[in-house]
């Protein structure tokens, strides 16, 4: 192997190998960056989820504590009894001190019809109806407790007290991407909101009702971002923030604006409004929060009937996700990096390896093919180069023994063609020279049998005239042996030409002990053959077999077709004598018979050996001394024009 094939194959090894070192590392590179990708913005998107469940948990919690302590008191017996006989002081004295307790904004009694009773915020006025609440219809009509989230009205708020009206006022803030609105301003509160019925004796004397108003009220946002984002901060900027909504509007929230104020008064974009406040459906997604990108959830704030009032967002600053994204990128593009050029290093030092051994099978690879079989590869290890080794020496020797078998088989070959086209010649010859005399003498004996029929000679004509016809027979097969016939193709199909001749054959005095078995493939394909000589062929071959079972048995006649070989494959299978192996050898050859004398010419396997060969197809022989013989044809179905 010269050097510049050397350096070709080595060239093409390394080429190889690094080449799939980097569409590997290529593939892991994406699939790895989207992994990262996936997780680390998953993560987020999880880790925002649950922390807007924490922030509904401490809403709703803070709910739950109004709801509890209205519970409490509307079942105090000191409270019914002050209502009982209007003890106002008292009643005011005690709504103050649970007021100041629980920090509500609001908590009032009112009468069966809903009409004040008392106030703990603006005790003055009182006898002014609030039948108009919800909150206190459902008492009303259910005589059980109610708690949740309720709008109250500008004047509702003002009748608590005009400070608590004031601190409900927000002024509108443009905010880009937020829904279109003429409205410049909100005067309506959010409030956190229970309240439960206050029955003496199975009468209601009353309803108490608490409530804390949420505009501009900062403890429970702060507490959201204190518990739930430990008042971290990044990159000068909030981590996490926390915002209650009243509707789209800001009401309450620790979301500062450019100049460090809260963001009170700025909305929403009207994408998350018509998702979350129109349709009622969670919103997690990145959004742009007044300065800043953060991963943001929202979810819908409903009343006492279930429509959406306002809503609950938390949201995480993404400027952090993303410079994770970045540091873990880098880190995972340095290890594949670095990877790459350790396997890019290996692989070279293995190819400088690898191909010592590879030189020397093409070495004596060449050396097979210029003919010297007679090469040997050490076996130096082990390994699969070893095992490659041992196989290329194995194989050289069975190149060598089928070389061998081939040239004996070529030879045999040789020398059937050339002892067949000899006694072909010859069998021509001896034909045409003995037909002539044999017609004299077959009618002068026809003529003299006529004219002594009836005298004593009669029976030595007869012989003579039998004994002639024989001669004129084999003279005749000898003819047809030795004759080249042309093949007058036909497009047919073996199967049906088999039945046609058996058809004829079952009726033969040979058949009458036999059973004839037919095994046919329905998949036999039609095909272009000359239907007489095929006739011709499993004539012979029948009545060979029907003679190898003089006392009877059965001849099975197997048709198949053979996909991987495009052929059609025909097995005459009998149970007679069968064949010595001495004699298989020549069952094919003109004149030869195992048959007693008189009983055949031996023409008629020569025969049927060379209709086959002439149809290109192949006809092999299997026999066993007493079990029978089986016949195989394989006959080509894309056959050659006529010849």
Partial sequence: MNTRIQASLRVKLIVSLISVVLIIGSASIIIGLRIINNNIVGQAYEQVQNDLKTARYIYEDKIHIIHHFMRHLSLLPYLHEAIERNDRRLLVNKLQEVKRELDLDILNIVDPAGRVIVRARNPVRTGDSVADDKYISYVQTNLKSCFGSDIMSHDHLAREGQDLAERAFITLVPTPMARK?????E????V???????????KLIGIIYGARLINRNYDMVDQIKSLVFKDQKYGGFEYGTATIFLEDLRISTNVLREDGVRAIGTRISEEVYKKVFE????????AFVVNNWYISAYSPIYDLHRKAIGILYVGIIENK???????TT???LVIIIVTLIIAIGLAVYLIQNFLHPVNILVDASKQIAEGNYSIKIPVDSTDELGYLCKTFNSMVAAIVERDNLLKEDTQKQIIQSEKLASLGKLAAG?????NNPLTGVL???????EELKDTEHKDDLEVIVTETLRCRKIVREILNFARETRIEKERANVNQVIREMLSILEKHVNFQNVSIVKDFDDAVPDMEIDVNQIKQVINNLSLNAADAMPDGGTLTIRTRFDADRDSVVVDFSDTGLGISEENIGKIFDPFFTTKQTGKGTGLGLAVTYGIIKRHNGTSTVKSAIGKGTTFTIILPVAQPGPQ
């Fill in 181 to 185: 609105t003429d409205n410049t301003y």
């Fill in 187 to 190: 005067d309506r509160g959010l």
């Fill in 192 to 202: 956190l909101k229970a309240a439960s019925p206050m029955i003496h004796n199975g």
């Fill in 279 to 286: 349709r009622g459906e969670l919103w997690l997604d990145k």
């Fill in 321 to 327: 996700f993303n410079d994770i994204k970045k540091e």
């Fill in 330 to 332: 880098i880190l995972f």
């Fill in 430 to 434: 001896i034909a045409h020279e003995i």
């Fill in 443 to 449: 009618t002068y004996s026809s003529i003299l049998l």
